[in-house]
């Protein structure tokens, strides 16, 4: 199965976040029905879906928040990552293309506070270049036989997978 067919934008998202997370998640070790913080973000995914009276789009193996005749666009509740958010929807964006359909993306962060804030991105030729090469590494950490080592961050405290990692 090569990189593209296997990776989603969950995974590339978790590839930034955290590489033993996104290790366990590709490989069907998926400790996030427990996460209050991933309930809140599907809960927020689904009212933002509801008021853009459109459902998400599935392409292979990706889901796409909105498309406009403009922008591919992802929703997010913080901006607490922008680096990994980035490159899901560059990978989101690159799967498009490759359908012949070429957007800019934009990814709305709605924060706790109720401000919303959003971010253009493009899929240049640089971008693309190196998306390829993300999908390449990726793909060979998650056939790697075991997990890379976990690294403790402050941002641990509130992942699904703490507990495995740390306890």
């Not at 978790?14 to 973000?41: K, M, P």
């Not at 689904?46 to 992802?74: C, F, G, H, P, R």
């Not at 190196?130 to 999908?135: P, T």
Request: one cysteine or more; charged letters at 30%; hydrophobic letters at 30%.
């Amino acid at each position: 199965m090569d990189s593209l067919t296997k990776i989603t934008g969950t995974l590339i998202n978790y590839y930034f976040h955290c590489q033993t997370q996104c290790w366990l998640h590709a490989n069907r070790l998926n400790l996030e029905d427990n996460s209050e913080d991933v309930r809140i973000g599907k809960v927020l995914h689904q009212i933002n879906e509801e008021k853009a009276k459109k459902s998400e789009i599935k392409i292979d193996n990706i889901a796409i928040d909105k498309l406009t005749k403009e922008y591919l666009v992802e929703f997010k509740k913080s901006d607490s990552d922008p680096e990994a958010v980035k490159w899901q929807v560059l990978l989101y964006m690159y799967k498009l293309k490759q359908k012949g359909i070429e957007r800019k993306g934009r990814v709305e962060y709605h924060e706790k506070n109720h401000n919303t804030k959003s971010e253009i991105l493009e899929l240049d030729a640089q971008n693309e270049r190196a998306l390829l090469e993300v999908l390449e590494v990726i793909t060979k950490l998650i056939n790697t036989p075991t997990p890379p080592p976990p690294v403790f961050k402050n941002k641990c405290k509130k992942c699904a997978y703490y507990e495995y990692c740390f306890i």
